[in-house]
């Protein structure tokens, strides 16, 4: 998102659109510039050192105790295209609340530097404009929105097209995406022309509304039962739960081999000297850890078959999984060059020489035992159905509602929004009117539907497609060979039976593309049928001997065959279309006999199991044993 393009240029001289660089899933990136065109290249990289000076110190005073969900915030002064700037990327995971915390963090940085520019994308591109997606003008739609919106003083402001307003432009020459380049070079030279509306700068920044308060409230304290050195470990940095959690919530096969040991003593964490000490939580990473069915290992079986006391039982439990997720973290050898496994170990090397003292019990009852309640985790769906829905706004007593307060309130936010979406009346599929001009494909799906409409227009008195499944049915089982319950002959059958659908066909009154359709249907289908005759497979006559069989098979007793055929033939004049597939009879009755009366596909298929034929004289002869 920060670098638009591949390389390539199209004919206007600018960078190309085609394909625009993609943030990995769960990624933010952000950007600050100094754009003061009175400033030269050391100017503005002493200002952005004083910027990353200030950042340090807002985050110790705010996030002091805070633990991200899986990378942490910050800024590396770098220089590109000539320019130098701060720039920083962070994968916020399963945690949506990080990603906002960063925004908070920038709009703060840009409240106390005034000549910094900021700007911030993730994975979806300008993400604040998706968040004031009913607030917008008409004209800013994903296709151009990219580098046009930026942070400045705490404010939001979008870089407008030359001569935009908020009705839709016909030219192609203003609506176009805009470089890092160009964008830079806007804000230097026309910054009093940029946009800035107190509507879209309250909906793009309204997640921000409880911070910094917020900032704690993403935390959970749970009281569990976990091994002495692990409690040692987690009091010296609290910030090792969330990789020990990501390892537990996305373990595979491979990394639970460690788990599998019988002997405790070949575990990094033995389940030993279990201590009972408060540990700080994300909540997405609290959730992830109660939530889950883990396997009971080997080495914690004998300690929850003996815990009686159901909540005893649950801190157990969850200290069992952190614990697993400790011993796959260490134990990975992928994990060893991460900054957290290599402290983990250290500090395990140092207990083990002796250059570390585990607590005792005493030191770590000061540690503080207070636990979070966890109704947040309890979601009551009536409440939330009615959330979405709207319809609990309207009532007397709404009830404690579900999870926290700002999950509500962000709920109802985001119904409200897709509310006012649905009653926007100029609102298109994408959530804004699109430009005629934007692009050219638009244009020709436009004139297509037009021609489409005309067509339709033309041809009075016509109505929906008219299509008889029982006619076609009846046609497809007759190219198949399947048996129907028809009088006549059988080619005058099918002559009629085509004749009526591509009458239907013509006179159905649908356009000349749904008739091509039809058609071509109905001429695949009689190419398929001539294959099939012609190889033999739809040989459906009712004598066996009118398919040519001039072979030398010999049956057995043919005359009798013979006169019973013809008796049959008279007591059932009623049936005389029944077509005898003898290709199908005679490769069944040789599947048979190769079986020589054992099992096979013959006798799986029928259901049934001859005896062996012993009267065969040569393999090519039909066998004459009775079914049995």
């Known amino acids: 998102m920060t670098e638009d393009t591949a390389g390539s240029f199209n004919g206007n001289g600018t960078e190309s659109q085609e394909f625009p ?12 510039y100094v754009l003061d065109k009175t400033l030269k290249d050391a100017e503005i990289r002493e200002r952005l050192r004083n910027v990353q000076s200030t950042t340090n110190k ?16 910050s800024l590396e002064l770098v220089r590109e295209d000539g320019m130098s700037i701060l720039r920083g990327r962070t994968n916020y995971g399963d945690s949506v609340q990080d990603e906002w915390l960063i925004v908070y963090l920038l709009r703060e940085l840009s409240k106390q530097f005034h000549d910094i520019w900021v700007k911030v994308v993730d994975t979806d591109g300008e993400f604040l404009l998706i968040e004031a997606a009913n607030s917008i003008p008409r004209w800013l739609n994903p296709e151009i929105a990219d580098n046009r919106v930026w942070i400045n003083s705490g404010q939001l402001f979008i870089i407008p097209m030359v001569g935009a307003d908020d009705r839709p432009r016909t030219s192609k020459v203003d609506y176009h995406a805009l470089t ?28 921000l509304r409880n911070y910094p308060q917020r900032i ?27 990789p020990a959690v990501e390892a537990f919530y996305l373990r595979d096969p491979i990394a639970l081999r460690p788990l599998q040991a019988q002997n405790q003593n070949d575990l990094v964490f033995p389940p030993r000297d279990l201590v009972t000490v408060v540990i700080k939580f994300t909540k997405v990473g609290f959730a992830q850890v109660k939530s889950q069915r883990f396997p009971t290992p080997a080495a914690w079986t004998s300690i929850l078959s003996d815990t009686k006391d159901e909540r005893s039982r649950v801190q157990t439990e969850i200290g069992m999984k952190i614990t697993s997720g400790f011993e796959m973290l260490v134990s990975d050898p992928q994990n060893q060059d991460h900054k957290v496994v290599r402290e983990i170990k250290l500090i395990l090397e140092d207990i083990v020489s002796g250059g570390d ?101 033309s041809d009075e008195g016509d109505g929906s497609v008219s299509f008889d499944e029982e006619k076609f049915a009846t046609m497809m ?55 099939l005759r012609a190889a033999g497979a739809l040989q459906l006559d009712s004598v066996a001997h009118e398919s040519g069989l001039n072979v030398n098979h010999k049956i057995k007793d043919r005359k009798e065959m013979a006169a019973a055929m013809e008796d049959s ?9 029944l077509n005898i597939d003898f290709n199908l009879a005679k490769n069944l009755l040789e599947s048979f006999k190769s079986q020589i009366g054992a099992a096979g596909p013959g006798s799986s298929i029928m259901g049934m199991r001859l005896p062996r034929d012993e009267d065969s004289a040569t393999p090519h002869d039909l066998p004459t044993t009775n079914l049995r």
């Open 216 to 242: 704690n409230d993403s935390l959970h304290h749970a009281l569990v039962h976990v091994p002495r050195d692990l409690a040692y470990i987690l009091h010296q940095n609290a910030a090792y739960i969330s």
């Open 58 to 73: 807002l985050t110790k005073r705010l996030l002091k105790d805070f633990i991200w969900q899986r990378e942490e915030f």
């Open 569 to 577: 033939d008279d007591e059932n004049d009623n049936d005389r279309d």
């Open 21 to 32: 660089r993609r943030l990995p899933d769960d990624c933010v990136e952000y950007i600050i």
């Open 357 to 457: 003292q585990l607590p005792s019990d005493t030191e770590i009852s000061h540690w503080g035992m207070v636990e979070d309640d966890e109704a947040w985790l309890d979601v009551d769906f009536e409440d939330f159905e009615n959330e979405l829905s709207g319809r609990r706004q309207g009532q007397e007593n709404p009830g404690p509602g579900f999870g926290d307060k700002s999950a509500q309130e962000d709920l109802q936010k985001m119904v409200a929004r897709f509310k006012d979406f649905l009653d926007d009346d100029a609102a298109g599929s994408e959530g804004a009117e699109y430009l005629d001009d934007m692009d050219n494909d638009n244009d020709e799906d436009e004139e297509e539907d037009d021609d489409v409409a005309g067509d339709a227009s």
């Open 180 to 207: 890092l380049k160009e964008a830079c070079a806007c804000i230097k030279e026309a910054r009093s022309q940029l946009l800035r509306s107190s509507d879209i700068e309250v909906d793009a920044f309204y997640r």
């Open 477 to 531: 089982r007759e190219m198949m060979g399947i048996p129907i319950d028809t009088k006549g002959d059988e080619s005058s059958a099918n002559g009629g039976t085509r004749a009526r659908i591509v009458g239907d066909v013509r006179a159905s009154g649908v356009n000349s593309s749904a008739r091509e359709e039809e058609l071509e249907v109905l001429r695949l289908s009689q190419a398929m049928e001539a294959e």
